[in-house]
């Protein structure tokens, strides 16, 4: 064999026969990183909004910017409680 053909099957992934690749595994996964996504985009949200306004308004706009990032960051450690519970 040659470097190469041992490179490329030392490069295969072989599965745990005690932990089998499930579906179920994968939807879970993929939950984990969706609810990771959502929560870290709805606070950088609220964050670049309130520091994209003007000073004066700042202070008016706090509380429904703080719902908005809570919102979001609840939304999103839901679909990643879901997620690892899949997983």
């Given at each position: 064999?040659?470097?190469l053909s041992d490179m490329i099957l030392a490069a295969v992934w072989t599965p745990n026969p005690?932990?089998?690749f499930t579906?179920?595994?994968v939807f879970g996964f993929v939950a984990v990183v969706i609810g990771c996504a959502i929560a870290l985009?709805?606070?950088y949200a609220a964050f670049s909004t309130w520091r994209g306004l003007e000073p004066s308004r700042r202070r008016a706009q706090l509380f429904p910017l703080t719902l908005l990032a809570a919102a979001f960051l609840a939304v999103g450690l839901a679909v990643v409680a879901f997620g690892v519970w899949l997983f």
């Amino acid at each position: 064999m040659s470097r190469l053909s041992d490179m490329i099957l030392a490069a295969v992934w072989t599965p745990n026969p005690d932990h089998p690749f499930t579906l179920n595994k994968v939807f879970g996964f993929v939950a984990v990183v969706i609810g990771c996504a959502i929560a870290l985009i709805g606070a950088y949200a609220a964050f670049s909004t309130w520091r994209g306004l003007e000073p004066s308004r700042r202070r008016a706009q706090l509380f429904p910017l703080t719902l908005l990032a809570a919102a979001f960051l609840a939304v999103g450690l839901a679909v990643v409680a879901f997620g690892v519970w899949l997983f």
